[in-house]
């Protein structure tokens, strides 16, 4: 029962903006994300803004009606912040990533056929991006820009934000459901 109450209140700090309760936050779950980072090629200010969009995104699931949290606070930050971590990294291209969990390593040797292996899964996203409808490809586009719900509503004339989020949702499926249904995307799952 105390972890839970604990859960409750680290999400009330983030919640209100308290500043003391940011600084337990920080003091708290900061550590082991920077020492997460440092030891996969990031540098400190890379970890100091890893944990700003941790936080940023975990601000903004917890908005969500149907937001649960049923991990204790720091281990769902910290797989927010890896998830960020990794997602850098890939963009990046850098050549070694290391996770705790499963040992995964991937060498300059390894590199290349993770790379090709990315390449050929863009390139079957891409072709199916290309077949959806011209409202489809705006809008996702611009949620892949990262615009905000109010900018694409405003963007593309629709009425109101909620018709937006059906709208990208909908989208969205339809993409999953072109790549699912392709022969390529068995072959890649693999």
Same mark, same amino acid.
């Given at each position: 029962?105390?972890?839970?109450?604990?859960?409750?209140?680290?999400?009330?700090?983030?919640?209100?903006?308290?500043?003391?309760g940011?600084?337990?936050?920080?003091?708290? &779950?900061?550590?082991?994300?920077?020492?997460?980072?440092?030891?996969?090629?990031?540098?400190?200010?890379?970890?100091?803004?890893?944990?700003?969009?941790?936080?940023?995104?975990?601000?903004?699931?917890?908005?969500?009606?149907?937001?649960?949290l049923?991990?204790?606070f720091?281990?769902y930050?910290?797989?927010?912040?890896?998830?960020?971590?990794?997602?850098?990294?890939?963009?990046?291209?850098?050549?070694?990533?290391?996770?705790?969990?499963?040992d995964l390593?991937?060498?300059?040797?390894?590199?290349?056929?993770?790379?090709?292996?990315?390449?050929?899964?863009?390139?079957?996203?891409?072709?199916?991006?290309?077949?959806?409808?011209?409202?489809?490809?705006k809008?996702?586009?611009? &949620?892949?820009?990262?615009?905000?719900?109010?900018?694409i509503?405003?963007?593309?004339?629709?009425?109101?934000?909620?018709?937006?989020?059906?709208?990208?949702?909908?989208?969205?499926?339809?993409?999953?459901?072109l790549?699912?249904?392709?022969?390529? &995307?068995?072959?890649?799952?693999h």
């Amino acid at each position: 029962m105390e972890k839970h109450t604990e859960v409750d209140e680290f999400l009330i700090h983030l919640m209100t903006g308290s500043e003391e309760g940011i600084l337990r936050i920080y003091s708290n &779950f900061y550590p082991a994300i920077e020492k997460y980072i440092l030891s996969n090629s990031g540098t400190i200010e890379e970890a100091k803004d890893i944990f700003q969009d941790g936080l940023i995104v975990l601000y903004e699931k917890q908005k969500s009606p149907d937001f649960q949290l049923n991990v204790k606070f720091g281990t769902y930050l910290f797989a927010i912040c890896k998830n960020c971590w990794l997602k850098q990294l890939r963009l990046k291209k850098r050549t070694k990533v290391v996770t705790f969990e499963d040992d995964l390593v991937l060498t300059t040797e390894d590199s290349f056929e993770f790379e090709l292996e990315q390449h050929k899964k863009y390139k079957l996203y891409k072709n199916k991006f290309d077949l959806l409808g011209d409202n489809c490809k705006k809008l996702l586009s611009l &949620f892949f820009q990262k615009k905000s719900m109010a900018d694409i509503t405003r963007l593309l004339n629709f009425k109101e934000e909620n018709f937006a989020r059906k709208k990208k949702y909908k989208c969205k499926e339809k993409l999953i459901q072109l790549i699912r249904k392709d022969p390529k &995307f068995n072959q890649l799952k693999h």
